[in-house]
């Protein structure tokens, strides 16, 4: 088990063509060719904590609000959990549970763990950090799950004409979150997850 | 070196792109599967019709997309009123205002990008799948269609529907239109079609026929 770096030499991001550390572009895809991603831990960072700044928002304000009679009172992310829990209508509060609270909150938690086991080669199995590599990889989409009901809802009443239910501003903040926490795991070169692993000495 | 490989002949080695072990490339019986030993990512498939199967599959995508959106998506019944609505009346039912940020969302990620991608592999291998040389920029477009993928989310589109209508089940009366079943399909194709793209024999035939 020898990986390109290790061996002296660069392996492809995007098409896994092997060359020369001299080469600039790949002869296969056309990229341009970097052992690591530059900068990636700190990319990962600052799109994490962009996305971080605008999940503030996106549970302060309301996500929806509805406008009857003029009056008007819509509820945020926390309080249409806890309306569909006293409702009685637990598949829903758990699904919005899981796609707006615990996903978004635990991809924070996650990528901020993988990105400081990285950094600072904390004592931990690669084959770990792959599993919570992929698991954010995976999972980070479905949060958007919220915003299309927002949108959905919002509209199918509109065009009803049944009650009026307006988006609030916390589902644009959301929508942004979610797509700043995609690209934050996005920016995290996966070869690093394998680098300090196999900083030990090889015995055949 | 003890480890066997030939550093001499750098086309005989893959990187895997997601872990930067290297791999010896050797030549797989058809149906056969390479996959990474360390992080178990694929690397190579051979079935032979690969680009066959992307093709029709991204041309279906684009006629269920198209039909979509001309059929209407969910009809709302309330004390003998009916009222359709249809993908496009969602999108623009917030025309005004900052809530178009919502409605783009919905275009751009449900709409949009599953179609750019669907092109964007129409464009790379319908000529390779010809014999043809490639067209220009076909490195270009295929590094697109991938980096895309990500962001193109009909299947989450479908599952956030099933939860607005349980929560807008106590208001009206909803019933589910043509485009919501066209949809559901659409959803199995793009998945079989995002299946079904070896990435290393379409980067590799790319190179063949242009060099
Ligand atoms: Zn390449
Ligand atoms: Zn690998």
Redesign the interface.
Known sequence: ?????E?G????????????PQDHDC?????TLKSRKPNSLQKTWAWLITGLVFYIPANVFPLLSNRVLGSEDGHTIIEGIILFFKKG?F??AS??MAASLLIPIGKFLIVGFLVLSIHYRWNLSAHAR?VLYELV?FIG??S????????????????????SI??G?G??CF?LSVVFT?ISA?SID??L??DDTSKEPKH? | ???G?N?QN??G??????????HELEALQPGQRATC???HST?ITTKSETMDRTLALALASAVLMAGALCFPF?G?S?AGLE?K?SIV???L??SEG??V???L??LL??VVLPMVRAALLVYTIWPLRQGRPALPHA??A??WA?ALA??A?TE??I???A??L???GG??TISFGTSFWLFCVLVLVIGFQNASVC??TI??T??KVTA
């Open positions: 088990m020898i990986s390109a770096r061996a030499l660069v392996g492809c991001h995007r098409c896994g063509t092997v060359h020369q002869r296969m895809c056309g990229k209508d598949l829903v699904v919005i792959l990889e989409r479905w958007m799950i919220d915003v299309f009901v927002v949108a959905l809802l919002a509209s199918l009443i509109r065009l009803g004409a049944i009650i307006l988006p501003p589902s644009v929508a995609m996005q996966a070869k997850i394998w055949e | 070196m003890t480890t490989l550093y750098l086309d080695l893959i990187a895997c792109p997601h872990c930067d072990l290297l030993s360390r992080c690397l969910l709302m309330k009222r609505a009346d969602v999108i039912a917030f900052w809530y940020l919502l409605g969302c919905v990620f449900v490195k270009l295929f590094a991938e990500p962001w989310m989450i589109f599952i956030g529907t939860v607005a349980i929560k807008i208001l009206a990435r290393w980067w590799s790319i190179r």
